[in-house]
């Protein structure tokens, strides 16, 4: 078998390959603290043609509780970076895997936003498919998702062109590649969701 029909028959990934949801990451009762901190802390809300939620941002928050969320979330989510760039080097050729180790054990990569969103009912959610890029957002190399409470019902993140939908799952993880082609979206709820979103980032 030639190179070109190899690749093709057992290396030619699908894009649903590159999007990973870790399972369990977050305890129940740890996700549900956030929740409550979020609910006894002011927040901002976002009402426009993209989303209707409402928002915290822990980065920057002074707070000793804030603090230690923050320190928490770096602890379980940054490892995770490097894990889920040997996920995408194990889909590779095995004598065309990437040379060099992760770029986040490279480089001085860090979160910048670790940000609680609340989707009520009555919000329509966040339909507008996007991507997490563009000229403000370059140092993005992975997106991630934290998901703190189940849903029975509706706030699936989709993926259209990887025929991927995430049914949020109380203390579950999903990263993806933050560009191109990994558009997404996120369904209307019958319940309220919280979820919390960041990226992994070049400093």
């Known amino acids: 078998m030639n ?106 990569t860090g979160f910048r936003s670790l940000q609680i969103q609340r989707y009520k009912p009555e919000d329509k959610g966040y339909p507008a498919v996007h991507i997490e890029s563009g000229p403000e957002h370059y140092k993005k190399y992975l997106a991630v998702i934290v998901y703190l409470n189940d849903v029975a019902s509706g706030g699936e993140t989709i993926f259209p062109m990887a025929g991927t939908t995430i049914k949020p799952r109380v203390g579950s993880v999903a990263i993806w590649p933050a560009g191109l082609p990994f558009y997404h979206c996120g369904l209307q709820s019958k319940t309220t969701k919280y979820i919390l979103t960041s990226w992994f980032e070049f400093m």
Not at 32 to 56: C, G, M, P, V
Not at 64 to 90: T, W
């Open 3 to 108: 190179l070109q029909a190899e690749l093709i028959r057992n290396y030619n990934s699908y894009l649903s390959d590159s999007i990973k949801v870790y399972e369990g990451v977050f305890a129940s009762d740890w996700c549900e603290d956030l929740i409550q901190y979020f609910r006894n802390s002011l927040h901002q809300r976002t009402d426009d043609h993209r989303k209707q939620a409402d928002e915290l941002q822990l980065i920057g928050d002074p707070r000793p509780d804030a603090i230690d969320y923050k320190n928490e979330l770096f602890e379980r989510l940054y490892p995770l970076g490097p894990q889920y760039e040997q996920h995408l080097h194990s889909l590779c050729h095995p004598d065309y895997k990437p040379y060099d180790r992760p770029l986040t054990n490279i480089y001085n």
